[in-house]
Nanobody
Framework: QVQLVESGGGLVQPGGSLRLSCAAS????????MRWFRQAPGNQRELVAT???????YCADSVKGRFTISRDNAKNTVYLQMNSLKPEDTAVYYC????????WGQGTQVTVSS
């Protein structure tokens, strides 16, 4: 059983930055692949970024060069640093942990608007 809690969302102007955090409990964090997904109203949930147990990273083309995923195993936390934000980045952002089973957080709202 893994519990995930996201934080750091909010309202930001275009071109601004936010850092999302996802704190994990209830399992050995270091053995899980961690992912960030997002879902905007009326859209499918899409994969934004992945970080493996070995530290390899993936970012979707739509955010590459602007977003960075990282993890701190000592703090049982995964981060998503979001820079140069655009209105189309507006969505609920979800943390995801995967090993054999898959676990989801409740999500945190990111709104990019002037």
């Amino acid at each position: 059983q893994v519990q995930l809690v996201e934080s750091g969302g909010g309202l930001v102007q275009p071109g601004g930055s936010l850092r999302l955090s996802c704190a994990a409990s209830g399992a050995v964090f270091s053995i899980y692949t961690m992912r960030w997904f997002r879902q905007a109203p009326g859209n499918q949930r899409e994969l934004v970024a992945t970080i493996t147990t070995g530290g390899s990273t993936y970012c979707a083309d739509s955010v590459k060069g602007r977003f960075t995923i990282s993890r701190d195993n000592a703090k049982n936390t995964v981060y998503l640093q979001m820079n140069s934000l655009k209105p189309e980045d507006t969505a609920v952002y979800y943390c995801n942990a995967h090993r054999i089973s898959t676990y989801w957080g409740q999500g945190t709202q990111v709104t990019v608007s002037s």
